[in-house]
């Protein structure tokens, strides 16, 4: 289980949730060593997981959107796993929804969204890839809302994310 000391936990806090949640993501890129991969993935339990999906897909949304998410690997471990379904799980249902709508563009066109491609091609992603645009801009609606639910989740549910050391 992946350790976390609880003075990091209450200083993050104090802060606000993105850094609370944080905490969690840097520790579970410390064990994996920043590479999600075969061998890695065997190191975090599922809600780790999947704590680490939303850290991927809110930072890929906010430098490019479902294109670059997609074009940058995480296509499989978003749409491929059932993340949309944990974030429902976890109370983040609008965010589950996004994701569901999301993948429905993603599952036929996967081949054409993860080619390797020239940055005029990948440029050209976004004109051939427009159904995104109105979920990116839904998904910014909702960013906040949803983070504070995921963040009030963990805390709930904290031994699920990892042990609290003194």
């Known amino acids: 289980m ?35 991969n075969e061998k890695t993935m065997p190191l975090l339990n599922g809600n780790q997981h999947t704590l680490l999906a939303w850290h991927f897909f809110s930072s890929e949304m906010r430098d490019g959107g479902f294109v ?20 429902k799980q976890f109370g983040a249902i609008e965010l589950s929804r996004l994701i569901y709508k999301a993948k429905e563009i993603y599952d036929p066109n996967k081949k054409t969204l993860e080619r390797e491609t020239t940055d ?17 801009e839904r998904y910014f ?19 699920d994310f990892a042990e609290i050391e003194e």
């Open 120 to 136: 005029e091609e990948f440029n050209a992603l976004y004109v051939d890839f427009e159904a995104f645009d109105e979920l990116e």
């Open 141 to 159: 609606d909702i960013e906040e809302e949803q983070t504070a639910l995921l963040a009030a989740y963990v805390d709930d549910h904290i031994v």
């Open 2 to 36: 992946i350790k976390i000391k609880n003075s990091s936990l209450a200083t993050a806090a104090e802060k606000g949730m993105d850094e609370f949640l944080q905490v969690f993501i840097d520790a579970y890129l410390e064990a994996i060593g920043s590479e999600l």
């Open 68 to 87: 670059q998410l997609i074009q940058n690997g995480y296509g499989g471990y978003i749409f491929g796993n059932p993340f949309a379904k944990a974030m």
